[in-house]
């Protein structure tokens, strides 16, 4: 068994006497992509709130790298490499696509933007910009404005700017949502690319999605693990193919 980097204990939150997610234990390995599933309703976007560090969990503890970082915020995480998608990289429609990503690398080194500095630092900086563009296959964008760019190419550009963070461990809030179907083989094939060397945790609701994608999914439904496993596992599992494959047919 490879690795845990992330692992969760018995993971409750409560609103009010209503449970969302309920003694949720998941082991996320280093090196994968992991992805929880579920329908609406399931418990996963709270269930990521709190990896993510943007809830506070009513019990349960979470472990990155074998440390207990459940009373720690979102910030903390981030310095040791546990960086969720929109919490840094959000793309600031006036600047070009290249200055996002410049922006997001002065924000990695704790600096404010660099409107003047040595020839030598901001050329490093460009050409590590550059470096990252091409890495998501924006570099012929570099010039444009962020808000010009279509939906799926703002998707890639929020990776860019994850990615500048250098993170061990990238979450990802449904990055396919809203695409179209080719949108979605890009950016699918995008997060395998950037994914090699890193741990990727992923919310989606599509199983279909994540079918070759990822390494591993668990499967939420009222706020529980109903399942988890490679996708030949979860797939033919009777529960979800009864509470979640089903209930999407009526969606």
Not at 14 to 29: C, H, L, P, Y
Not at 134 to 146: K, M, N, R, S
Not at 223 to 229: A, D, I, N
């Amino acid at each position: 068994m490879a690795e845990a980097i992330v692992e969760t204990a018995n993971l409750t939150k409560s609103f009010k006497g209503f449970t969302a997610v309920n003694d949720i234990s998941m082991r996320v390995e280093a090196g994968t992509i992991h992805a929880m599933i579920g329908a609406n309703g399931a418990g996963k976007t709270t269930c990521f709130n709190l990896l993510s560090k943007f809830l506070v969990p009513t019990s349960g503890t979470i472990r990155y790298q074998g440390q207990d970082i459940t009373r720690l915020k979102p910030d903390q995480i981030a310095r040791r490499g546990m960086v969720r998608s929109f919490q840094i990289s959000a793309v600031f429609g006036k600047l070009t696509t290249l200055d996002n990503v410049k922006l997001a690398l002065q924000r990695q080194r704790g600096e404010s933007y660099d409107f003047w500095g040595s020839h030598h630092r901001l050329d490093h900086q460009g050409q590590r910009a550059m470096a990252l563009l091409e890495d998501v296959g924006l570099e012929e964008w570099a010039d444009t404005p962020a808000a010009e760019l279509p939906y799926g190419r703002k998707r890639a550009l929020e990776l860019a700017t994850t990615l500048a963070l250098d993170p061990k461990v990238m979450l990802l809030d449904e990055p396919l949502a809203g695409m179209g179907t080719e949108d979605v083989g890009r950016t699918a094939e995008l997060i395998r690319s950037v994914a090699k060397g890193r741990t990727v945790l992923m919310v989606e609701h599509n199983l279909g999605v994540v079918a070759d994608l990822c390494d591993r999914i668990t499967v939420l439904a009222r706020g529980e693990v109903l399942v988890e496993g490679d996708y030949a596992t979860v797939s033919q599992d009777a529960r979800v193919i009864e509470s979640y494959i089903g209930g999407a047919r009526h969606d």
